[in-house]
């Protein structure tokens, strides 16, 4: 089972939840929950904002809000950071080790881009990437010999 055998697709969840959700894990990777204005002051917006698109989150299945407004990721919620944790890690890593990106170039392109890839392309993605690691130091036959397999 490959990192992207899922019941719902990171496309099925909007930018908005996507972005919301990846915030809120990052702070709850540094303490047990987030609180809304963490989250408000990272997002740079006001704390009403922020309970209202927690409340959205609350609806969709991907947070649990106390009303101390501490915030958890549900079960799901937590399914889907870690899925565009690894898709971040994914393009990033492509940019950066195939492309010779700079850092921060490939930091700010796999979190714009990371939201949009079809499944397919993340999964062929990840193919690519692992192939390309068994084959450092083939004198670069790997990649010929890597597209001449997926014809």
Known sequence: ???????????????????????????????????????????????????????????????????????????????????LERRHSLLREFFQKILGVEEDIAETDACNIEHILHKNSIDNLERFLEFAKEHEGDNGNWLAEYLNRTK
Do not use: C, N, W
């Open 1 to 83: 089972m490959g990192i992207m055998d899922e019941l719902k697709y990171v496309k099925d969840y909007s930018t908005f939840e996507q972005e919301y959700v990846e915030l809120i894990y990052a702070l709850q990777k540094k303490r047990p929950v987030a609180r809304i204005k963490d989250i408000a002051r990272l997002r740079d917006v006001a704390s009403p904002t922020v309970t209202v698109a927690v409340d959205r989150l609350r609806q969709s299945g991907l947070v649990q809000h106390e009303k101390s407004g501490y915030v958890t990721l549900t079960e799901e919620g937590m399914r889907l950071a870690k899925r």
